[in-house]
């Protein structure tokens, strides 16, 4: 065990030199907030995508909220979403005022299972957000259609999928607004930040307004005619996302060789599943996470990976068992798929400058500690 060596972190951004000359460029500017650097940053996210439209928001959580307001999403609706996600996936409609339904998971890509979806709609069912997970597409047709059957909105949760290939077509180019999110462990990073991209120019204009204290559609300096929030991204945020976006097929192509580079090394050892594969799909590399088996302490493994040097992390714990959920009235056992996978779920490092010396510790140190495996 090379226990002397430096830590395994578990993310890290990639940061370089264009980064650091486009901040430059807008503190030189003086311009740092509604200058030009957002709609540049924003135009060629779009262009990336594939997408007419990217409005950059503060983060992704209010990108979410933004797309849920623009739903016309309010008190009374209910908005069904994953519970095997982020938090912000089911806050975003607690911020619009609504209430939050959830369904469980396909065991498999561990996104949204469409016939649970469909068993939760009711006559308050206003909106669905579908969340691509660990960047593995959902199945967004299935979505989709139970969305028109029962006229529902949609707003898409990609916060980690920037870059996932669904049949061939990106995510964000499925036709709901979808989000993406850029904090420092995203497959891209802005700081804090993010984005919302459609091909509608009238959902559009209203984000840019609802982003921006709702201000009116005159450009009249000062003039409010909705409620709005301060949900705009800075500039020199944007030119970091800028850079990221100049550089976006290196990054995304360098994670998906580490991924790759994972998958021999931690194949062979017993307990442990790794990610799945849906042909057909391509899953965009945000984090690496195995399955252990349900018998295994998955907490105390993460101690003794600690103890070896490596990082890792429960990823996701379930949002209904989260404390501010069990105050609503949420409950083990309501969504048994989503929990024995929370259960069971383990992140470990991974970004694109992890080596090939670091992975072949990782491997190493959860063999070592899977080989007499503390249990549950
Ligand atoms: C699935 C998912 N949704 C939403 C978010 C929220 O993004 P942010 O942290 O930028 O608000 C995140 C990221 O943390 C996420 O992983």
Not at 210 to 222: I, M, P
Not at 245 to 270: K, N, Q, S, T
Not at 333 to 349: M, W
Request: with cysteine; aromatic share 6%.
């Amino acid at each position: 065990m090379s226990s002397v060596s430096e830590p395994i972190p578990l993310a890290q951004p990639d940061i370089g030199p264009r980064e650091e000359e486009l901040v430059l460029e807008v503190l030189r500017s003086g311009m740092l907030s509604l200058g030009p650097m957002g709609p540049r940053f924003e135009r060629a996210f779009a262009d990336w995508v594939g997408t007419k439209h990217a409005a950059a928001v503060s983060s992704g959580t209010a990108g979410l909220h933004l797309g849920l307001v623009r739903a016309g999403v309010g008190p009374g609706d209910e908005v069904i979403t994953s519970p095997f996600s982020f938090i912000s996936s089911a806050n975003c409609a607690l911020h619009a005022g609504a209430d939050v339904t959830f369904a469980d998971i396909d065991p498999v890509t561990f996104n949204l299972d469409p016939a649970a979806l469909e068993a939760a709609i009711t006559p308050r069912t206003k909106a669905i957000v579908p969340v691509h997970i660990f960047g593995l597409p959902c199945d967004i047709e299935a979505i989709s259609a139970i969305a028109a059957k029962h006229g529902l909105a949609i707003v898409e949760d990609g916060a980690e999928a920037l870059g996932a290939m669904r049949q061939g077509r990106k995510v964000g180019t499925h036709g709901s607004p979808t989000i993406f999110a850029f904090y420092p462990n995203k497959q891209m990073t802005t700081g804090e930040g993010g984005i919302v991209t459609t091909d509608d120019d009238d959902v559009y204009e209203d984000l840019l307004s609802l982003r921006n204290q709702g201000r009116a559609d005159s450009g009249a300096w000062l003039e409010h005619d909705r409620l709005g929030w301060n949900y705009r991204m800075d500039d020199l945020s944007a030119a970091v996302g800028l850079a990221q976006v100049e550089r976006l097929d290196e990054i995304l192509g360098r994670r998906a060789a580490v991924a790759e580079r994972y998958a021999p090394l931690l194949a062979g050892i017993p307990g442990v599943t790794l990610p799945s594969v849906v042909e057909g799909d391509v899953r965009s590399w945000f984090v690496y996470t195995v399955l252990l088996e349900p018998h295994v302490d998955r907490n105390a493994v993460i101690g003794l990976l600690a103890e070896r040097g490596v990082a890792s992390k429960p990823y996701l714990p379930s949002i209904h068992l989260q404390p501010l959920y069990r105050a609503r009235g949420h409950r083990e056992g309501e969504f048994p798929i989503s929990e024995a996978t929370s259960a069971r779920a383990l992140a470990l490092p991974f970004f694109g400058k992890l080596t090939l010396e670091q992975q072949e510790r990782v491997a190493e140190a959860l063999a070592a500690v899977l080989a007499d495996p503390p249990v549950r």
